[in-house]
């Protein structure tokens, strides 16, 4: 239970390496904070295509749309607090910051949603008077 505490709440990582300079800290900080703000933004657009907008295509396209990006929001969420914990454990050991998934992920998933908003727009047709 130690290790997933430690993993979860960052305890055990200030035990390693130095103390960067607080501004890369900090900088590290906002950068999770702009990675939930975006998750946050998918979970609210996710909730409004299921529940808002309901003359948005065929309910198989909302829910396909809502869905895919409610989990694009909780992937981003989830991998967030992994890329803090690795950026700080890499400055305190003074390494290369290494690599993330989340900028593809963002955006090729960000690109389907796009694609399925348009599919759901066709196949809604004309409105009926």
Avoid: C
């Amino acid at each position: 239970m130690g290790k997933l505490r430690d993993a979860v709440l960052g305890t055990g990582l200030y035990d390693e390496g130095e103390d960067p300079d607080y501004r890369f800290s900090l900088a590290n900080e906002r950068t999770f904070l702009a990675w939930i703000r975006t998750s946050l933004a998918l979970l609210a657009g996710g909730v409004a295509v299921l529940q808002l907008v309901p003359d948005l295509g065929p309910r198989w396209a909302r829910v396909a749309l809502g869905a895919g990006l409610i989990v694009l929001a909780v992937l981003l969420a989830a991998m967030s607090h992994r890329r803090w914990r690795r950026n700080e454990r890499a400055m305190r050991l003074k390494v290369s910051l290494p690599p993330t998934a989340q900028i593809p992920l963002l955006a090729y998933g960000l690109g389907l949603a796009a694609i399925g908003a348009l599919v759901a727009v066709l196949l809604v047709g004309s409105p009926k008077p």
